[in-house]
């Protein structure tokens, strides 16, 4: 099996910044695709920003483009998600979805657990 955990959530004033943290581990052979999504009360689930571990190719969803930077480190399976100029509607439970290569355990999707971020005055 593969595990994914997220970290780095918290309480932040509006115009802080955050950095969350997504850590996958177990047996598998190496990441394919990582995703960041986030999911507000009323507001449902929604993309925030990819990162291909093959080539680095990045993506981002409109509202976070030149505030959010999703950067990934091969050695420790980790990616990390900067958050700069966090604003109310930021407010989220953010979600890890790793897709990983080799996990033979019937699936290549895996997702953490979440962490609460709550940006506010």
């Known amino acids: 099996q593969v595990q994914v955990v997220e970290s780095g959530g918290g309480l932040v004033l509006p115009g802080g910044s955050l950095r969350l943290s997504c850590a996958a581990s177990g047996r598998f052979s190496s990441i394919s695709n990582l995703r960041w999504y986030r999911q507000a009360p009323g507001k449902g689930r929604e993309f925030v920003a990819s990162i291909n571990w093959s080539d680095g190719r990045t993506n981002y969803e409109d509202s976070v483009k030149g505030r959010f930077t999703i950067s990934k480190d091969n050695a420790q399976n980790t990616a990390l998600l900067t958050m700069n100029n966090l604003q109310p509607a930021d407010t989220a439970v953010y979600f890890c979805?790793?897709?990983?290569?080799?996990?033979?355990?019937?699936?290549?999707?895996?997702w953490g657990q979440g962490t609460q971020v709550t940006v506010s005055s």
């Open positions: 979805n790793t897709i990983v290569i080799g996990s033979r355990a019937g699936t290549n999707d895996y």
